[in-house]
């Protein structure tokens, strides 16, 4: 049998090195989620108030939950807002009725008292957001998107609160999470300090890329799901025209087709959320693959349209060779923004995406200064064994909002909200 697998390892190798090898991407429109911006919404708040979080670190959260209300209108046509507090039991502070102005809102969220409680009972909270808020006679509305947010510092634990054991308590916390994003929710989690089970806070929320940990509660205002909540996933880029291209690291540190497929869907997911086309109120795509040359698979004038974008990403095929990263960028300025003819007020971004460190770092240093001097912006995404200083040299400065880094290809999806934020309030600047 191993020297079976052996065999066809070593074919399907030999098979990628004869010429090119086309990809088996397939994306599906239907199942991307859409960063159409739809401001308004239905929006819970699940604070943490047990004993282990502190006081001090309690009103840390509040400000948290202030902040993020910032970027919302809160009245009867807007956003409206409810709040749930959790620690031994759970309890409705306000629902979606009982505020109707931001004034309010903040007012009654200063007013919650930090309970102090022994135990941690996740799934009693989730239950009565399910049961008590998202419910027509708590205000909630068909016609708006209903959000989620959970935050807390440690993992699920009902102690002496409900007789439940631990593993109960647990299993009951996901399936309260799952019968709420069952009902339409979308969960954001939230997860503070070195006590929290982030395998349980990404099965609460709604997949890894609306789950955050951060080390310290001080950590929270500067983190990428804070900007992603205070914007509600929409970012000021509608009707605003745009021109954007992505370079694709093809180089055979990736390792297979279904890797490269990863990045390409990543790119679909993305620009999903643009109004893609050629009219002056468009965003225009192009996408520039790499490994030891780099070719522009289509350029920005290529496509008028969202539908026919994404079957061109189908037929970019996948070969193996070194990262000439610095080629990708020669590219990008002498074919991908050389023959563009609208106005230079429309902003220009470049978008790296590579597994690993330049084979000629040199170059790529040289090429980066004539393409920065052009004013293009350069947005660097970095997984695997990548060079994150030679990242942040590519990128744009400041690198905290030009800069991503993930695990693997596997992880790409995580910052993809982050990065279409970045790039809507780029072209909501222009």
């Given at each position: 049998m191993e020297i079976i697998k052996k065999y066809f390892y070593i074919l399907s190798w030999i098979l990628l090195y004869i010429g090119r090898t086309k990809s088996q991407f397939i994306f599906n429109l239907t199942e991307s989620t859409s960063t159409e911006c739809t401001k308004d919404a239905d929006l819970v708040f699940l604070i943490d108030t047990s004993r282990s979080l502190g006081l001090r670190a309690y009103q840390k959260e509040l400000q948290f939950v202030?902040?993020?209300?910032?970027?919302?209108?809160?009245g009867t046509n807007r956003t409206k807002v409810a709040v749930i507090t959790f620690s031994a039991g759970s309890r409705l502070e306000f629902d979606f009725n009982r505020y109707n102005t931001k004034a309010d809102v903040l007012q009654g969220i200063r007013n919650i008292p930090y309970t102090d409680g022994m135990s941690t009972t996740i799934y009693r909270a989730l239950e009565q957001?399910?049961?008590?808020?998202?419910?027509?006679?708590?205000?909630?509305?068909?016609?708006?998107?209903?959000?989620?947010?959970?935050?807390?510092?440690?993992?699920?634990?009902?102690?002496?609160?409900?007789?439940?054991?631990?593993?109960?308590?647990?299993?009951?916390?996901?399936?309260?999470?799952?019968?709420?994003?069952?009902?339409?929710v979308e969960v954001f989690g939230i997860g503070v300090g070195h006590r929290v089970d982030h395998v349980e806070m990404v099965g609460i929320s709604s997949g890894s890329k609306n789950y955050l940990r951060v080390g310290d509660i001080d950590d929270l205002e500067s983190s990428r799901l804070f900007k992603i909540l205070l914007n509600n996933v929409c970012a000021t880029c509608n009707n605003k025209p745009a021109d954007v291209i992505f370079m694709v690291d093809k180089s055979s540190s990736l390792g297979s087709v279904a890797n490269f497929d990863k990045e390409l869907s990543f790119i679909a997911r993305f620009v999903d959320g643009f109004n893609i086309g050629q009219g002056p109120r468009d965003?225009?795509?192009?996408?520039?693959?790499?490994?030891?040359?780099?070719?522009?698979?289509?350029?920005?004038?290529?496509?008028?349209?969202?539908?026919?974008?994404?079957?061109?990403?189908?037929?970019?095929?996948?070969?193996?060779?070194?990262?000439?990263?610095?080629?990708?960028?020669?590219?990008?300025?002498?074919?991908?923004?050389?023959t563009s003819t609208r106005p230079s007020t429309v902003p220009r971004v470049g978008v790296i995406m590579t597994d690993g460190q330049s084979t000629n770092p040199y170059k790529l240093e040289d090429i980066i200064m004539k393409v920065k001097l052009k004013g293009i912006e350069i947005f660097s995404i970095g997984f695997g064994s990548v060079d994150v200083t030679e990242l942040n040299m590519m990128a744009t400065v400041p690198d905290h909002t030009h800069v991503f880094v993930v695990d693997d290809v596997h992880t790409l999806d995580t910052v993809r909200d982050e990065l279409y934020l970045e790039i809507c309030n780029l072209i909501g600047q222009s």
């Open positions: 202030e902040r993020v209300l910032e970027g919302y209108e809160i957001a399910r049961r008590e808020v998202f419910v027509p006679e708590a205000g909630d509305r068909p016609s708006f998107k209903n959000l989620a947010v959970i935050l807390t510092d440690g993992e699920t634990n009902p102690g002496s609160f409900d007789p439940y054991s631990f593993l109960m308590g647990k299993t009951l916390t996901r399936q309260e999470a799952n019968q709420l994003k069952f009902h339409g965003v225009r795509v192009g996408v520039i693959s790499f490994s030891t040359d780099a070719q522009l698979e289509f350029g920005l004038s290529s496509y008028d349209d969202k539908s026919s974008l994404l079957n061109a990403l189908l037929n970019i095929d996948f070969s193996l060779g070194n990262t000439y990263t610095h080629k990708a960028f020669e590219v990008l300025l002498n074919q991908g923004f050389s």
